[in-house]
C-alpha cells in the first residue's frame, strides 16, 4: 500500500501525534485516549505501518549518560559533485557508526553530518583518521554544538 493513497483522518493525526510522543504506549491505552475500541485502534496502526506512515519506533537515549559528550555538525564539500563521487561518499561514511545522521544539502557544501563522539580527543581521532581520509571529501567544516535547546522528533503532521 502507497503512502500516496492513505488519507490521514483526525484519529490517524491524533494516533501519529500520540505514538511520536510515547512508543511504548499500549494499544489499551492508545484506544482509550483516541475514543476508539481497541481492534480498530489496532487496525489503524497497522495501516499507517503498512503505509510506511509509521517507519520504526525508537528508544531515546541520554547521550552524556552513555559517555557521549560531544556533537557536531560538519559540513562536507566533495571533490566533484556527480554520482560517482556522491555513491562513493555515501558508501564510506555508512561504515562510520559515529555518524549519526548525513543529509545531501543544497548551498555551500554537499552534505552536512551529524557526529556524536566520547569527547573532543575522540572526534578529532575520528576526524583525521576516518572522515578525512575519505577519498571524495575536498573540505570539511565542524560546528561544535554547544547546547541543545530543542530536539524533538515529534512530525508536525499537515492537515
Do not use: W
Not at 8 to 19: E, G, T
Not at 44 to 52: D, P, S
Not at 78 to 97: M, P, Q, R, V, Y
Not at 108 to 125: C, E, H, N, P, V
Request: aromatic content about 4%; proline content about 3%.
Amino acid at each position: 500500500m502507497s503512502n500516496l493513497n492513505v488519507k490521514l483522518d483526525k484519529i490517524d493525526r491524533k494516533i501519529l501525534d500520540i505514538l511520536q510522543a510515547n512508543a511504548k504506549i499500549t494499544n489499551a491505552q492508545l484506544s482509550k485516549d483516541i475514543g476508539l475500541s481497541p481492534a480498530p485502534t489496532l487496525e489503524r496502526v497497522k495501516k499507517l505501518e503498512n503505509a510506511g506512515i509509521i517507519k520504526s519506533y525508537h528508544a531515546k537515549l541520554d547521550t552524556e549518560k552513555i559517555g557521549l559528550g560531544v556533537s557536531t555538525f560538519v559540513l562536507v564539500t566533495l571533490i566533484g559533485h556527480n554520482k560517482t563521487n556522491i555513491d562513493a561518499f555515501i558508501k564510506e561514511i555508512e561504515n562510520i557508526n559515529e555518524i549519526i545522521e548525513c543529509h545531501h544539502i543544497t548551498g555551500t557544501g554537499d552534505f552536512i553530518l551529524k557526529i556524536i563522539a566520547k569527547d573532543i580527543s575522540a572526534y578529532q581521532k575520528l576526524m583525521l583518521e576516518r572522515v578525512s581520509e575519505i577519498k571524495e571529501v575536498d573540505s570539511m567544516q565542524s560546528m561544535v554544538i554547544l547546547s541543545t535547546f530543542k530536539d524533538s522528533k515529534v512530525m508536525p503532521i499537515p492537515m
